[in-house]
């Protein structure tokens, strides 16, 4: 198997290990067409079962709301310069889930093969429903002094669960955020003068933890913010389909590429799973979840994000702090007097 780039560098290889000289046009006609049915690919005589894949690549959707979204949270934002001492931004967002026993990230780049050839994996077959993932929370704590899109002053907290014993929801959306505003290590963002800043602005993307459309959602905002005595609480969210706008995003672009070909063990102190790939020994696999939890701890914490080292934290529980110590309950009336809703925004 040859790992290629390009055709160019495919001739590079050749002309190496094989002693192969071919231009790139001449090369190019003896493998597969991309395109069988095209005038291109006449030129392609007898070619060798191989070819060149790649990975695709799809635009941002086009939404009717996206202007609006977008001039929302800018909205936002310049509200949070205009008082820079007592407000914060953070990002948040539900990355996507990491299996274990196989590469994280498994299209990392382009492979020259037989057609025929077999593809091998590790050996863990087990069925995509039993949930044996890790789940990455991320957090991006702003500085509204320098809400460009340098970001040098944010932070990134990432809080990682296991899928199959603890669930996310909102209420472990608002534990995570409670936890990091009184952290040490973000004192410097979160804080002024030894005081928690009390205007937050929420930037989020819409999923089922986070959509203002559902209202357990608005519930576990109206408790946080009680909770916390803000003067005030924004949470925004991007039109359908452009998460690729929230800076958190982009933040941990970098961070999934150092992924690239990675595989997580899930059997480390042994398997607890059986044949059928369900659990059967329920301690042995919350060590197996810890072992390859702290495994990608420890990947995430070597390189810095805006010059800043990346707080990462592997959680292992069933309690939720925030549903414990808080006994608001918040009403329609109370609700009607503080919040306005939208459809992509509420205000508190």
């Known amino acids: 198997m040859i790992k290629v780039r390009t055709i160019k560098h495919l001739k590079e290889e050749l002309e190496k290990k094989y002693q192969i000289y071919l231009s790139r046009q001449t090369l190019s006609t003896y493998l597969l067409p991309r395109h069988a049915n095209t005038f291109a690919a006449k ?3 007898h070619p060798a079962q191989i070819a060149i894949s790649s990975v695709a690549r799809t635009e941002i959707k086009v939404h009717i709301n996206e202007h609006y979204c977008l001039a ?17 931004i953070i990002s948040q967002d539900v990355k996507a889930k990491i299996s274990l026993g196989i590469p994280a990230v498994r ?13 091998t994996i590790a050996n863990y077959n087990f069925s995509i429903n039993t949930k044996q993932k890790l789940i990455p929370l991320v957090y991006l704590l702003i500085n509204p002094s320098d809400s460009s899109k340098t970001l040098h002053t944010s932070h990134i907290s990432i809080v990682i669960r296991l899928e199959y014993f603890v669930k996310t929801s909102s209420r472990t959306h608002m534990a995570d955020l409670i936890k990091i505003i009184h952290s040490e290590q973000f004192k410097e963002t979160t804080k002024c003068e030894e005081k928690t800043k009390s ?3 929420l930037i989020v993307d819409g999923g089922p933890d986070e959509n203002l459309k559902h209202l357990k959602n608005i519930f576990e905002y109206s408790k946080l913010f009680k909770k916390e005595d803000l003067d005030y609480l924004t949470v925004r969210t991007h ?13 941990m672009a970098t961070l999934f590429e150092k992924l690239a070909g990675i595989s997580f063990p899930i059997d480390h102190f042994g398997s607890h799973l059986n044949s059928q790939g369900k659990v059967v020994d329920d301690d042995l696999a919350y060590k197996n979840f810890w072992y390859a939890g702290e495994r990608l701890c420890d990947i995430w914490k070597r390189d810095l994000i805006h ?3 990346v707080i990462c934290e592997y959680i292992n529980q069933h309690t939720n702090s925030f549903e414990e110590e808080n006994d608001f309950e918040p009403t329609w009336s109370w609700i009607e007097k503080h919040a306005q809703l939208c459809r992509y925004s509420l205000d508190l």
């Open 199 to 201: 205007i937050w602005i």
């Open 72 to 88: 929302s949270v800018k909205l936002a934002k310049t509200f949070a310069e205009n008082f820079l001492d007592d407000s914060i």
């Open 307 to 309: 010059g800043k080292n």
């Open 239 to 251: 039109a359908p389909g452009q998460s690729a706008y929230n800076p958190v995003e982009r933040s």
């Open 43 to 45: 030129r392609h005589h």
């Open 107 to 119: 299209r990392t780049f382009k492979i020259v093969q037989l057609v025929n050839e077999p593809v």
